[in-house]
């Protein structure tokens, strides 16, 4: 999905001529810390709560000492980038520009954290692996055979290099939550579960339950 696939807030368009009382009373009225401000239609940049707290409330945002941050993403770039340049760097808010900077509308943060859940299949049934493995030993084709192996798909899969010890973190998402098999596939080929996400300490401590009240019944 692009970003220009995705819904814009209904966010002001700042001036350079606004005064930065009456921006920090917009961002309190739409919950924001950051607004984009245009200049004849085109991204003039960024503006935060944090610097705007620093100087006369008088000013406009054109006199304002601090040059504007330039954060903003392509309309036909991936969404991905754009939820990865705000969590970079702890914006409530994302400009979106065309291939000319001219000003196409923002996004919150919280709003492409939604898109993301969707992407990522969130709200789906289905349970979660997380493996380690050493780098050069990674096979995406084994691992999905071992899921196979147990009448399971794999629905999402990730990767995490952990540079320090040369080793990989995967994450598989599997479309079913009872994953014990699954597991005990992956110990007998020697991966490294870390740890997993599913029915199974449930199931567990249900049939650690059950096996207890019959040794009770039983005396």
Aim: charged letters at 25%.
């Amino acid at each position: 999905m692009l970003v220009k696939d995705l819904s814009f807030e209904a966010l002001p368009q700042l001036k350079l001529s606004d005064r930065v009382y009456q921006v920090l009373s917009l961002m309190q009225e739409h919950h924001v810390v950051d607004l984009a401000v245009t200049n004849e239609g085109k991204l003039a940049g960024l503006v935060n709560e944090n610097v705007l707290l620093d100087v006369d409330d008088e000013l406009s945002i054109g006199e304002m000492p601090q040059p504007l941050s330039n954060y903003s993403v392509k309309e036909d770039e991936h969404f991905l980038k754009a939820f990865a340049l705000a969590s970079a760097h702890h914006l409530s808010v994302v400009p979106v520009v065309d291939k000319e900077n001219n000003f196409m509308g923002a996004i919150e943060s919280g709003t492409l954290a939604e898109y993301v859940a969707d992407f990522l299949q969130l709200q789906d049934p289905g349970a979660l692996i997380v493996l380690e493995i050493d780098s050069n030993q990674y096979s995406f084709s084994e691992i999905t055979k071992i899921v196979e192996a147990n009448d399971a798909r794999i629905t999402q899969l990730n990767t995490r290099r952990i540079r320090e010890r040369s080793v990989l973190e995967v994450t598989i998402r599997i479309n079913k939550l009872e994953v014990s098999d699954i597991v005990s596939s992956f110990q007998r080929y020697d991966y490294l579960v870390k740890y997993y996400f599913g029915e199974e300490l449930y199931t567990n401590e249900l049939k650690e339950n059950y096996e207890n009240l019959m040794n009770y019944l039983n005396i």
